[in-house]
């Protein structure tokens, strides 16, 4: 793949950061047949201690504890026991912030994959998207600042101009009002 990888720098940032210049980034998923690349289109920031919806708020449990170690490891969970949600863990040690992806395009099927996904579709909302990555539990604490991680993150060395909106995030029962999800403007 062209580009940089994004490296454990990148996700130190703040969360609202990392998932802001995440839109436009390529996650690569690499299958034991090959790999294939998906275009972030959509992302929500979670603020650890500071963010009452996120799940670190209340301090670490066994299922948050990963949220709470360096940064650029995947946070995986099942949400409602239905689906997996992917988040990337961002800032210091001990901050426990995550940046959730919640809507990717699939780009191409660089090498073949064992996945059902078709080139060029729109995966949309968190378990949609795990679903089409194929992203489960095992998936739980996997470093991605590694260019042969199974999953990690690229940016264009000379990236188109994308525009990106902010919003409220999706679906939360706790701090509502927060601008956190941002997305591609064409999506």
């Given at each position: 793949m062209a580009g940089q990888l994004c490296l454990r720098d990148f996700f130190e940032?703040?969360?609202?950061v990392v998932a802001r210049e995440l839109i436009g980034a390529c996650a690569r998923v690499r299958f034991q047949a090959g790999s294939f690349d998906a275009r972030i289109v959509e992302t929500e920031a979670y603020g650890g201690f500071d963010d009452p919806a996120s799940h670190a708020f209340r301090g670490p449990t066994p299922r948050s504890a990963i949220m709470f170690g360096p940064a650029g490891y995947l946070y995986v969970y099942r949400s409602y026991g239905i689906h997996w949600c992917m988040n990337v863990v961002t800032q210091d040690e001990g901050?426990?912030?995550?940046?959730?992806?919640?809507?990717?395009?699939?780009?191409?099927c660089a090498d073949g994959d064992d996945s059902s996904v078709e080139p060029e579709v729109l995966a949309r909302g968190p378990g949609n998207l795990t679903r089409a990555l194929g992203i489960t539990g095992a998936d739980n604490g996997v470093d991605c600042c590694h260019a042969n991680a199974r999953i990690s993150f690229w940016r264009s060395l000379d990236p188109p101009e994308v525009h990106v909106n902010r919003s409220t995030r999706v679906g939360v029962s706790r701090a509502q009002d927060r601008e956190s999800r941002y997305f591609l403007a064409e999506t």
């Open positions: 940032q703040p969360v609202d901050s426990a912030s995550a940046v959730l992806l919640r809507g990717a395009q699939i780009r191409n």
